[in-house]
């Protein structure tokens, strides 16, 4: 764990927490028959498109406590923050437009894992998921030089292994999935789950270029991008409630979701309303957390730890008994995780038994399963890129050149 600071590792086990939270909350407020109006019989509460607002609303009410804490340095004197080389301060004029971008692809990325999870298993989810890891890597070797002096075997070989492991969870859901009670559309399911990944690496990546230039918390760039979210899904939630749904088997007329419905079944559960507000708050802790990573990491770094939730949303999901344990589909999943596991340990440097071609991360992280040089790579003192087009060595081969410490 040497390779990172205490406070980046913080917000990474924060991370992994509210992110288990919310596939959990997420998944959960599908668990319910639910009568959808008068006299009607109930029918399973299916609102992924509500779903994602709840999340942008989540994401908004970040700026509430960025205004919270912000007024408390205030009364205590605190003293503002330095500016850092390279950056600019935040301004709502015009740095507010910067985060329309990432909320657009969040948008669609959220939206199709919030309906790739209604027909999925939540583990399964959760697993296919990581494939964004290998999108965000491709879209980061194609933007970040920095991140190209820094690739290497072992980052080569993590994506290939991650990528093996969750082509195994796929194969177990498609597979053994059309047992399991759950799992509305186990094929279906993968198909959306993965498109969202490539707009999720939009995401990650379109959020740290701007973070890469702007100077902000990770509170106040959440929250911009919660209140983009929301004005997006007041557009078109009144679309959904009228457009005809083409994934719908059972009503050839039902529409992508119905809004009248939402607001009865909401009345009619409690269930519903306490689970909707702790995904909301998950939504909060899991982007403002997340966000963070992105800021004092990369966002290459943020997906590949964020494969590793995938554990506790199978075990929890087990127990609560959202699946069954069945030992062909069970084997499959828990290889998947395996290697999902270790090809995020080792693109991350954490666990090293690949050796290093490029001479400056042989310098760096010495020979594989050696004991790390007594100068810690994230920890050294950022130096610019120079006329020349040298990069600082002292840094971790997944890290692009951004700030070390974690803001305010």
Partial sequence: MAIYPLKVWIVIIGMLIFGTSSTLTGKGMSQFDIVPCAGCPPIKFSHPYVQTLFMFIGEFLCLGLYFLI?????????????????KVFYKFWPHVFLFLVPTACDTAASTLYNVGLYFSIASVYQILRNVRVIFVALLSLCIWRDFRVKFDLPQVFGL?????????????????????????????????????????????????????????????????????GIIIYAILLPIFNTVTDPFSSKNPKEVFDNLSHWVYQMGQSVPEIIIHIAYSFS??????SGMEVTNNVSAAARSTF????????????????????????QFLQIAGFVLVTFGVLTYNNIVRVIPF????????WGRPCSKLPKVEPIEAEMQPATENNEINVFRSSTVPLVDEEAKD
């Fill in 357 to 364: 071609l490029r001479e400056s991360n042989k310098i760096i």
């Fill in 283 to 288: 939504a909060m802790g899991f982007n403002y």
């Fill in 70 to 86: 912000d007024f408390i340095n205030k009364k205590k004197g605190v003293a503002d923050t330095k500016l850092k080389e390279g």
């Fill in 306 to 329: 964020d494969a590793c939730r995938v554990i506790l949303v199978w075990v929890v999901s087990l127990i609560v008994g959202w699946e069954t344990w069945e030992n062909k589909k």
């Fill in 160 to 228: 290939v292994v991650l990528f093996l492991g969750a082509t195994l969870v796929a194969l177990s859901a498609i597979v053994f999935g059309t047992a399991d009670s759950t799992a509305v559309s186990p094929i279906l399911g993968v198909v959306l789950t993965i498109l969202g990944c490539l707009f999720s690496a939009l995401f990650y990546c379109s959020e740290e270029l701007f973070l890469r230039k702007i100077q902000t918390t990770g509170l106040m760039g959440v929250g911009n991008e919660g209140g983009w």
